[in-house]
Nanobody, 117 residues
Framework: QVQLAESGGGPVQAGGSLRLSCAAS????????MGWFRQAPGKEREFVARLWSSGATGYADSVKGRFTISRDNAWSTVYLQMSSLKPEDTALYYC???????????WGQGTQVTVSA
């Protein structure tokens, strides 16, 4: 019943920041593992960030120190704060939710992030 919808993507210059949002409808994602993924043209989908229900987080090495995943207190929205953006960050960003890590049951439609040099 959970539906996810990403927003906040758009064009940005290298070094800039963007905050992506993933809103849940139908029900909250309370108790779920939340994740952000991205896929650039011609490349495989890759993991970006993960948020466990405990509050623990995990990041891909390529974004660690630059990106931060978080949620609101109502468990209705998850965020991806992106800073110091690089052209290589250009991709379609997806949020996902699942009952456990690597068991992604729900996916958003994606939001495009384009970083220009």
């Amino acid at each position: 019943q959970v539906q996810l919808a990403e927003s906040g993507g758009g064009p940005v210059q290298a070094g800039g920041s963007l905050r992506l949002s993933c809103a849940a409808s139908g029900r909250t994602f309370r108790g779920y593992v939340m994740g952000w993924f991205r896929q650039a043209p011609g490349k495989e989908r890759e993991f970006v960030a993960r948020l466990w229900s405990s509050g623990a987080t995990g990041y891909a090495d390529s974004v660690k120190g630059r990106f931060t995943i978080s949620r609101d207190n109502a468990w209705s929205t998850v965020y991806l704060q992106m800073s110091s953006l690089k052209p290589e960050d250009t991709a379609l960003y997806y949020c996902a939710a699942g009952p456990s890590s690597n068991n992604w049951s729900y996916w958003g439609q994606g939001t495009q992030v384009t970083v220009s040099a």
